[in-house]
């Protein structure tokens, strides 16, 4: 158990539609990033969230936007939904306050089936 | 461009013996470097994390990094049939704020 939690665990959503995906991160842990992991490959970084505010963010056009908010829980969002979006989607979260050997932790995913 | 290269294999190893996992990284200005397990279905777990040339060791795992060469290792000693999962290495840039790049990963089988 890595204190990551994220919901829903499976879904399925016509193309363009708009889905949220959220995440509770590891009590303690300041920062929040999301990664997409399609069959077969590694999980690729979409971005990552400091103190409610967007600090990174990997090769991902900005239909895929996200929140943290106070409680340092977070949200994913992807606007029109293409059938290449379905893929294991992972939360992460860490402690950036510490030295660039932090842990980082990811919940159990959100599996999107796009059709 | 950052790259991190894995051998997709299969690597097949029999119980009990050494497993050996490699991967490569193009970014010099890479600073920690993570090894995950990910059995399939399942999210990936994490096994170590390195940030100091040579080796750390925890119970049977090793992680060896040499950044001169932009390498860094896994050995697993007496791989057991539940060490059977891919294994994927990550690298983090100083900053922080990449993210981590993740390679394919590694699929390890473990033969009883």
């Known amino acids: 158990e890595t204190g990551v939690t994220q919901s829903p665990t499976h879904l399925i959503k016509t193309r363009g539609q708009q889905v949220t995906l959220r995440c509770s991160s590891q009590?303690?842990?300041?920062?929040v990033s999301w990664y997409q992991q399609a069959l077969g490959q590694g999980p690729q970084f979409i971005f990552q969230y400091y103190r409610e505010e967007e600090n990174g963010r990997g090769n991902f056009p900005p239909r895929f936007s996200g929140l943290q908010f106070p409680n340092y829980s977070s949200e994913l969002n992807v606007n029109a939904l293409e059938l290449d979006d379905s893929a294991l989607y992972l939360c992460?979260?860490?402690?950036?306050?510490?030295?660039?050997?932090?842990?980082?932790?990811f919940g159990e995913g959100s599996w999107l089936t796009v059709v | 461009q950052k790259e991190v290269e894995q051998n997709s294999g299969p690597l097949s190893v029999p119980e009990g013996a050494i497993a050996s996992l490699n991967c490569t990284y193009s970014d010099r200005g890479s600073q920690s470097f993570f090894w995950y397990r990910q059995y399939s279905g399942k999210s990936p777990e994490l096994i170590m994390f390195i940030y100091s040339n040579g080796d750390k060791e925890d119970g049977r795992f090793t992680a060896q990094l040499n950044k001169a060469s932009q390498y860094v290792s896994l050995l697993i000693r007496d791989s057991q049939p539940s060490d059977s999962a891919t294994y994927l290495c990550?690298?983090?840039?100083?900053?922080?704020?990449?993210?981590?790049?993740f390679g394919k990963g590694t699929h390890l089988i473990i033969q009883p």
């Open positions: 992460a979260s860490s402690d950036d306050r510490r030295r660039s050997g932090n842990t980082i932790y």
């Open positions: 990550a690298v983090r840039s100083g900053g922080g704020a990449d993210g981590l790049t």
């Open positions: 009590s303690g842990h300041n920062t």
